[in-house]
């Protein structure tokens, strides 16, 4: 059983950055992938990032050389710095344990989400 715990959502201007984190619970850290994913009003979940337990990642084409994805094993968190926010880049940002992937399917645990606001 994995927990987590994001943080470090709030209101940014278009343009400027947030850096979000997820602390997981278990002594298991390491061999979980880590996935970022957000949610929008009225749409799907969509995949952000990820990270598997070597440090292998992948992206989301719309936001590849904005976003980077870390973890950090022995203190069992993953961060998400993001750059050049955009407005419709607002949404609900949900950290994820399980199997490398683009699928939320792929994954087993998810934080409550923290959201990201975007202003003009």
């Known amino acids: 059983q994995v927990q987590l715990a994001e943080s470090g959502g709030g209101l940014v201007q278009a343009g400027g950055s947030l850096r979000l984190s997820c602390a997981a619970s278990g002594r298991t850290f390491s061999s979980y992938s880590m996935g970022w994913f957000r949610q929008a009003p009225a749409s799907e979940r969509e995949f952000v990032a990820a990270?598997?337990?070597?440090?292998?990642?992948m992206y989301a084409d719309s936001v590849k050389g904005r976003f980077t994805i870390s973890r950090d094993n022995t203190k069992n968190t993953v961060d998400l710095q993001m750059n050049s926010l955009k407005l419709d880049e607002k949404a609900v940002y949900y950290c994820?344990?399980?199997?490398?992937?683009?699928?939320?399917?792929?994954?087993?645990?998810w934080g409550q989400g923290t959201q990201v606001t975007v202003s003009s």
């Open positions: 994820a344990a399980g199997r490398f992937g683009r699928r939320p399917e792929s994954y087993d645990y």
């Open positions: 990270i598997d337990g070597g440090g292998t990642t």
